[in-house]
């Protein structure tokens, strides 16, 4: 059973370019949500996606966007690259919308180095 | 205040001795709860629910303080392969589903031999 998968696994970007970063979520689940993390911090949430629809948003600006597609596979793009959105994007996948205890697992996630 | 408080530590333990730590949340309407352990480098990975009940996995034990605000999550007798980077995080529940998980910065336990 293939878990959370993510590509690319890193990727080098200069300021002012555009990334699209790309999860495929574990068998069974149809909610991805994704995550930044900087170095010495916790995640920070971004969005989740469910039926193909951005669900909730967390505090991050519009340069951040995202998809999710009919097979609940995902991809995140972001605009305009600034020095700062250099991180670790992590992706998660979940399951049971209407359940309470809702368990989400994480993909190996991508290391974005902006320069 | 910040949502969700965690001592960043480092914890210094000797192998086979008991640790403890918390984890502290603004936000009263949360309703989920989990401890996630990260490695270096890696992703966060799932430890454990906690339910209100409180709840055990091997050496494992979280507990749920509603009234107080706060998570806990106890290790008994560690091994040096519990050294990691340990999370909490919580979430609301609206709309039909839980929202995203908000995170602590984690707490840096090293087990010593």
């Known amino acids: 059973d293939a878990g959370v998968t993510q590509s690319p696994t890193h990727l080098i970007k200069t300021r002012g370019q555009q990334v699209t970063l790309r999860c495929s979520p574990k068998s069974g689940h149809d909610t991805v949500s994704w995550y930044q993390q900087a170095l010495g911090q916790g995640p920070q949430f971004i969005f989740q996606y469910y039926e193909e629809e951005e669900r909730q948003r967390g505090n991050f600006p519009d340069r951040f966007s995202g998809h999710q597609f009919p097979n609940y596979s995902s991809e995140l793009n972001v605009n305009a690259l600034l020095l700062g959105d250099s991180a670790l994007y992590l992706c998660?996948?979940?399951?049971?919308?209407?359940?309470?205890?809702?368990?989400?697992?994480f993909g190996p996630g991508t290391r974005l180095t902006v320069t | 205040r910040k949502e969700v408080e965690q001592d960043p530590g480092p914890f210094n333990v000797p192998e086979g001795a008991t640790v403890a730590f918390n984890c502290t949340y603004s936000?009263?309407?949360?309703?989920?709860f989990f401890w996630y352990r990260q490695d270096c480098r890696k992703e966060p990975k799932l430890l454990m629910s906690?339910?209100?009940s409180g709840n055990e996995d091997g050496r494992f034990t979280a507990q749920l303080n509603r009234a107080s605000q706060y998570i806990s999550l106890l290790i008994r007798d560690s091994k040096l392969s519990d050294s990691a980077t340990y999370l909490c995080a919580v979430t609301l529940y609206s709309g039909g589903g839980a929202d995203g998980l908000t995170f602590g910065k984690g707490t840096h336990l090293i087990i010593q031999p």
């Open positions: 998660a996948s979940s399951s049971g919308q209407g359940t309470f205890y809702y368990e989400q697992y």
């Open positions: 906690v339910y209100s």
């Open positions: 936000n009263s309407a949360s309703q989920s």
